[in-house]
């Protein structure tokens, strides 16, 4: 069984600050990567950001220069800094895991978190 422990999302007004943690655990042989997709009302989900297990990283166009992805390997969490925040940011955000077993190679996501940007 896998567990993502996703931080609580928020509110705050356009301009304002957010981040997202996600923790990782259960019966995970390594991790290939971490994210986080997003979906608004109405809307498909979308890839925010992803860090691989060597650092690389990959942002939507729309949140490049405003968030930030980076990981613990150590504690398998992933964080997001998202700064400048809009309000069609406004989604909830889920996390996303990319992950090996003795099985094979699966992928694994969150229930999610709202964040909320206010105009």
């Known amino acids: 069984q896998i567990h993502l422990a996703e931080s609580e999302g928020g509110s705050v007004q356009a301009g304002g600050s957010l981040r997202l943690s996600c923790a990782a655990s259960?019966?995970?042989?390594?991790?290939?990567?971490m994210g986080w997709e997003r979906q608004a009302p109405g809307k498909q989900r979308e890839m925010v950001a992803h860090?691989?297990?060597?650092?690389?990283?990959k942002y939507a166009d729309s949140v490049k220069g405003r968030f930030t992805i980076s990981r613990d390997n150590a504690e398998n969490t992933v964080y997001l800094q998202m700064n400048s925040l809009r309000p069609d940011d406004t989604a909830v955000y889920y996390c996303?895991?990319?992950?090996?077993?003795?099985?094979?190679?699966?992928?694994?996501w969150g229930q999610g978190t709202q964040v909320t940007v206010s105009s």
């Open positions: 996303h895991l990319d992950y090996n077993t003795v099985w094979g190679a699966f992928d694994y």
């Open positions: 259960g019966r995970i042989l390594s991790i290939n990567g």
């Open positions: 860090i691989t297990s060597g650092g690389e990283t």
